[in-house]
C-alpha cells in the first residue's frame, strides 16, 4: 500500500538552530499537509498546501515557519530558528482532494519526526 | 467550530472482551468523522470514516463506529480485544470543507492477556 515517508525519524538540534523536516507525499495526492504533536497534548493542524501555494494555516504557524515543494516528490517544513517550545512530533500527510462533506476524502499520515530541541 | 471530545484518556480491557472507546462531537453541520489509530512509533493509520452515507461505519481490524447524531456521539467498538490492538485512538472531525482535521486528545487502550 502506497504511504507517506518522513525523514528524519528523529533529530535533535540545539535552540536557534534552523531544521528541516522532509516528507515524500503519495506519488498521486495533490494536497499535502503538517501537524504537530507535543508531548501530551492534542494533534494539531498547522499547514496545508497546495499548488504550490499554503491553502489554509493555523496560528501557530508562524513567520518562522515555512513549506516548500523543491521538486516533484518532496514536501519540506522548515523552522528558521528554532525554541524549546518546539520540540513536538511533526506529522506529514497527503490525500488526493481537500475533502468537501461527501468525498469521502482519506487523508494519511506518515510515522513522524521527533524534533526535541535543547 | 467543530470539536471532539474523548470521554477517556485511558481505557483498560482483557483480550477476548469488548472494547469501547467515546468520543463526543460538536458541529454546526453534519460532520465527517473518522477514527485514527497510532501503534507505538508508528504513524496515525485511518481506522474508519463517516461521511453522511451510513450511520453504522466498518473498519479495518474489526472494529466499527456508529454515528448518533441525537447524541452527537460516534463512539467506537470492538467485539473482542486484541493484544495487537493495544495503542493510542483518536477520534477526529473534519473542520469545513477543506482537508484540516481536528484531532480528540487521544484514548489509550491498554489489552491485558
Known amino acids: 500500500e502506497p504511504e507517506v515517508t518522513q525523514t528524519p525519524s528523529h533529530q535533535v538540534t540545539q535552540m536557534g538552530q534552523e531544521v528541516i523536516l522532509r516528507c515524500v507525499p503519495i506519488?498521486?495526492?495533490?494536497?499535502f499537509y503538517w501537524y504537530r504533536q507535543i508531548l501530551g497534548q492534542k494533534v494539531e493542524f498547522l499547514v496545508s498546501?497546495?499548488?504550490?501555494?499554503?491553502?489554509?494555516k493555523s496560528e501557530i504557524f508562524d513567520d518562522q515557519f515555512s513549506v516548500e515543494r523543491p521538486d516533484g516528490s518532496n514536501f519540506t517544513l522548515k523552522i528558521r530558528s528554532t525554541k524549546l517550545e518546539d520540540s513536538a512530533m511533526y506529522f506529514c500527510a497527503s490525500s488526493v482532494r481537500a475533502g468537501g462533506e461527501l468525498s469521502g476524502n482519506t487523508i494519511y499520515f506518515g510515522e513522524g519526526s521527533w524534533l526535541t530541541v535543547v | 467550530a467543530q470539536s471532539v471530545t474523548q470521554l477517556d484518556s485511558h481505557v483498560s480491557v482483557s483480550e477476548g472482551t469488548p472494547v469501547l472507546l467515546r468520543c463526543n462531537y460538536s458541529s454546526s453541520y453534519s460532520p465527517s468523522l473518522f477514527w485514527y489509530v497510532q501503534h507505538p512509533n508508528k504513524g496515525l493509520q485511518l481506522l474508519l470514516k463517516?461521511?453522511?452515507?451510513?450511520?453504522l461505519v466498518k473498519g479495518i481490524n474489526g472494529f466499527e463506529a456508529e454515528f448518533k447524531k441525537s447524541e452527537t456521539s460516534f463512539h467506537l467498538t470492538k467485539p473482542s480485544a486484541h493484544m495487537s490492538d493495544a495503542a493510542e485512538y483518536f477520534c477526529?472531525?473534519?473542520?469545513?470543507?477543506?482537508?484540516?482535521?481536528?484531532f480528540g486528545q487521544g484514548t489509550e487502550l491498554s489489552v491485558k492477556p
Open positions: 477526529v472531525v473534519r473542520q469545513g470543507q477543506g482537508g484540516k482535521l481536528i
Open positions: 498546501f497546495y499548488n504550490n501555494e499554503i491553502s489554509e
Open positions: 463517516y461521511t453522511s452515507a451510513a450511520t
Open positions: 506519488s498521486n495526492h495533490l494536497y
